[in-house]
């Protein structure tokens, strides 16, 4: 189980705190941004390894979008209206549909 931060805004692990992700977004939503970003740090995994110094700042630039998309980085959620927060997790879902995860509807 994650340990939150009695405000709710961050998770701890191991003392460390880390911003989490904004509550407001639909589980289905952040279940797809959370695969996109799995993938992303997967891949940032294997361009390393291989030496691929593109392949691995693309990646990392698809974590940063996926971690923005879900709050953890970025702007604080809990500084943004309802409209901004659910701009920011939509167009994070779009970005994510183009390379295959979930729907862009």
Same mark, same amino acid.
């Given at each position: *189980?994650?340990? %939150? $931060?009695? !405000? /709710?805004?961050?998770?701890?692990? &191991? /003392? ?7 509550? #407001?977004?639909?589980?289905? !939503? #952040? ?6 970003? *799995?993938?992303? @740090?997967? !891949?940032?995994? $294997? #361009? =390393?390894? +291989?030496?691929? $110094? ?7 630039? @698809?974590?940063?979008?996926? &971690? =923005? +998309? ?10 943004? $209206? !309802?409209?901004?927060?659910? #701009?920011?997790? =939509?167009?994070?879902? %779009? %970005?994510? +549909?183009?390379?295959?995860? /979930?729907?862009?509807?």
């Amino acid at each position: *189980m994650v340990e %939150h $931060t009695d !405000d /709710g805004r961050y998770i701890v692990v &191991k /003392g460390r705190r880390w911003r989490a992700t904004d509550p #407001a977004i639909p589980e289905d !939503d #952040a279940a797809v941004l959370r695969r996109w970003l *799995m993938a992303a @740090r997967r !891949d940032v995994g $294997t #361009a =390393t390894r +291989a030496g691929d $110094t593109e392949g691995e700042s693309a990646a990392r630039g @698809r974590v940063q979008a996926a &971690k =923005t +998309a879900l709050g953890e980085r970025g702007p604080a959620w809990w500084e943004q $209206t !309802d409209d901004q927060r659910r #701009a920011r997790w =939509t167009a994070g879902l %779009h %970005h994510a +549909a183009q390379e295959g995860f /979930g729907s862009a509807s």
